[in-house]
């Protein structure tokens, strides 16, 4: 199971760690964010000495009810950043968290190597486009509505069942417009309550029945500090439990606050798994 970055195929059968760095003001955990080329530059070295495989950058928040910003606020944000770590560490495989096809694009221009989509092209129609003109892999991410409103858009007639068709349609519109490499996120947290999410965990081997990359990204998020009754800020030990029982599931990629603990963990699942 192999993806192309930028001429580089990476196995995904062993499992790979990707390190979230915001470029925001406002991501729900205050750790992540990174706003000056310091804070930037210094969040990328400790990821990429922890063993980080993938850095993915957002500079549009996308916790619930986070502001709408503009795709030039965006790119204000973002392409300052590619280029600054791509000086410093030329060989970071550098992931970009948007929906708009623009700023996907120009990403894609200043040496970003993949896609993270939480939309997967439904809040744009020309991302897949986008996607297929670049030949890059693309990561879509279940969701329903928009960061604004998904909160209230938690209903399913079957959880599962309705998140496997939506993939399928995803995923068929992907082939369509002649994307190589997908990677399905099911998106913990979007449009999905506490109960939800736990169920969508212990089911999560269903999705390796669509026969791609599988991204876990439950890193920090309300699943765990609501239920625990902590912070955010607290989450770590709840969030290394999560993404191992992930791993045991199937997981190829743990998206994550945390690098050197998500590796550890790797490599202890792998114990079990192999």
Excluded at 69 to 93: G, Q, T, W
Excluded at 112 to 131: C, H, P, R, V, W
Aim: negative net charge; hydrophobic residues 40%; glycine residues 6%.
């Amino acid at each position: 199971m192999f993806i192309n970055c930028k001429g580089n195929l990476i196995d995904l059968s062993k499992p790979k760690v990707m390190g979230i760095i915001n470029i925001t003001p406002d991501s729900f955990f205050s750790g992540s964010r990174s706003v000056s080329e310091k804070e930037i530059l210094m969040a990328s070295e400790k990821m990429l000495n922890e063993g980080a495989d993938f850095l993915d950058l957002g500079a549009y928040s996308s916790r619930p009810g986070a502001d709408d910003i503009s795709a030039e606020e965006e790119l204000k944000r973002m392409l300052p950043s590619i280029e600054s770590i791509l000086k410093n560490f030329p060989k970071a495989i550098i992931s970009i968290d948007t929906f708009r096809a623009k700023v996907a694009e120009k990403s894609l221009e200043a040496g970003a190597a993949m896609i993270n989509d939480i939309s997967a092209g439904k809040l744009d129609e020309n991302m897949m486009k986008t996607i297929a003109q670049y030949q890059v892999p693309y990561i879509m991410m279940h969701m329903k509505g928009t960061p604004q409103n998904m909160k209230d858009l938690n209903q399913y007639h079957d959880l599962l069942g309705d998140i496997l068709f939506y993939f399928s349609e995803r995923i068929k519109a992907a082939r369509e417009h002649g994307i190589n490499d997908l990677i399905i996120d099911p998106g913990f947290g979007f449009a999905k309550n506490i109960e939800q999410n736990y169920e969508l965990l212990s089911k999560l081997e269903l999705f390796k029945n669509l026969e791609l990359p599988l991204l876990a990204g439950i890193s920090r998020k309300s699943m765990i500090w609501k239920k625990l009754g902590i912070t955010p800020e607290e989450a770590l030990n709840g969030t290394t439990v999560l993404n191992s029982i992930a791993l045991t599931k199937g997981a190829n990629i743990l998206r994550v606050h945390d690098v050197r603990e998500s590796v550890e963990s790797i490599k202890l699942t792998r114990e079990l798994i192999n």
